[in-house]
Structures are given as C-alpha cells and as structure tokens.
C-alpha cells in the first residue's frame, strides 16, 4: 500500500504533472531542525494528461492507499 517516498500525492501528480527536484535541503535549513532531508521541487503541469474525473481519480486513488 505504497511507501514513505511513493503514495496518493505522488500518483496525483503524475497523472497530471511532471515532478523536478530542484535542490536537496538539509534539515539545518528550518528551525526546528526536523529528523527529514527535504527537496525544492518544481510541478510542471502536463498539457497531455490524461481526461478524467479529477474527484473520482482523487478518490480512488486515497482508497488505495488508506490501508497504509
């Protein structure tokens, strides 16, 4: 039922987007300092995705990965 690095926001977006990692953070950048590296990331709107229901997409897609 996915992973911590792929879940419901990561299929949301690539149905509709393309996804680049812009810059590593290392935690030292926020205050608190959280126990995570974070990236600066750029969403780039696909004008060829696919035509679906985006509620009905969204909805399915969470009830795949409720079971977490």
């Known amino acids: 039922a996915g992973t911590e690095a792929y879940g419901a926001a990561t299929v949301l977006l690539s149905l509709t ?9 290392p935690g030292s950048c926020f205050w608190p300092v959280p126990r995570v590296t974070s990236a600066m990331m750029a969403v780039i709107p696909n004008p060829e ?8 997409v969204s909805a399915f897609v969470h009830r795949i990965f409720a079971s977490r």
């Not at 995705?49 to 009905?56: A, F, I, K, T, V």
């Open 49 to 56: 995705r696919p035509s679906l229901e985006p509620d009905r």
């Open 17 to 25: 987007s393309r996804v680049q990692v812009l810059e590593t953070l």
